[in-house]
């Protein structure tokens, strides 16, 4: 038997008779609809070029719907590690770098975050990992030779630390917080002069951070000069925090032995 084939008018015809049969999607149903939609669409271009211009809250959240939306994004990535490592979320920073690492694994930058949030994570080792491999693709990024200098200090390497940090100087000439860290690897293996050389370049510089005057507070006294050393711990601390903590460096360089050491040295 032969079925004769559905005409223009047949199917209009179907075509209204359905849709009179479907019925219009309930409130609730449009709200779950909304909530469950996913906008999956990358912001312009322009979006992104001035979202540095927010706060940083507001630049942590814009990053994390891009990276939510396309973890495969490798600026939203980047970005992303970087902002939230500002917030202090290092762990998560470290993961999110290396997430896009394994798409990515020659990319510099995302080497780089993932070594130097590792190192606020206390993975001084596992940072080292990634900083290495950052510094065979770009030998002359100070960043990446600084960071280097923290974590080999942070697992007990100061030899390799000041050659890291001695690269990165030479890099970045000048750089407050390179000459701070050199200083503080100095005074660390108790070198009080050449410690003291480098955190009075740190300090002398128009960006030096607190942490140098305080670290160059700490060598002072260490040397037995503590009035100086107060006088420079109190410009950033209230006068009596500065006070105690000279006060108890001073209760450790008293004892006879170290006293004759710190003073022979001089």
């Not at 995302?110 to 606020?120: D, H, N, S």
């Not at 040397?223 to 006088?231: N, V």
Request: aromatic share 6%; proline share 5%; with cysteine.
């Amino acid at each position: 038997m032969r079925i004769a084939p559905i005409t223009g008018y047949a199917m209009l015809g179907l075509a209204l008779l359905l849709s009179a049969c479907a019925s219009a999607p309930s409130k609730e149903e449009d709200a779950l609809k909304k909530t469950l939609q996913r906008d999956i669409t990358p912001q312009t271009r322009e979006a992104r070029d001035t979202i540095g211009r927010q706060d940083v809250l507001t630049q942590a959240a814009f990053w994390a719907k891009e990276y939510d939306n396309n973890p495969a994004d490798r600026e939203a990535a980047l970005k992303l590690a970087q902002i939230v490592r500002v917030l202090g979320k290092p762990a998560r920073a470290a993961e999110v770098a290396s997430q896009a690492l394994t798409l990515y694994p020659k990319d510099p930058a995302l080497l780089l975050v993932a070594g130097q949030a590792f190192i606020e994570d206390a993975k001084a080792a596992r940072a080292i990992e990634f900083l290495q491999a950052a510094a065979r693709i770009t030998p002359n990024d100070w960043h990446v030779q600084s960071a280097l200098g923290v974590a080999y200090d942070q697992i007990g390497k100061p030899l390799k630390a000041r050659a890291a940090f001695t690269r990165a100087l030479a890099l970045q000439p000048g750089n407050a917080g390179i000459l701070s860290n050199l200083g503080l690897n100095y005074a660390v293996a108790g070198d009080a002069k050449m410690a003291e050389r480098y955190l009075r370049q740190a300090v002398a510089s128009p960006d030096a951070p607190v942490q140098a005057r305080q670290n160059l507070a700490l060598v002072l006294a260490l040397q037995g000069r503590f009035a100086e050393a107060s006088a420079l711990a109190a410009k950033d601390l209230p006068a009596q925090q500065a006070q105690q903590n000279i006060d108890y460096v001073r209760a450790m360089v008293v004892r006879p032995q170290r006293w004759k050491a710190l003073r022979d040295a001089n």
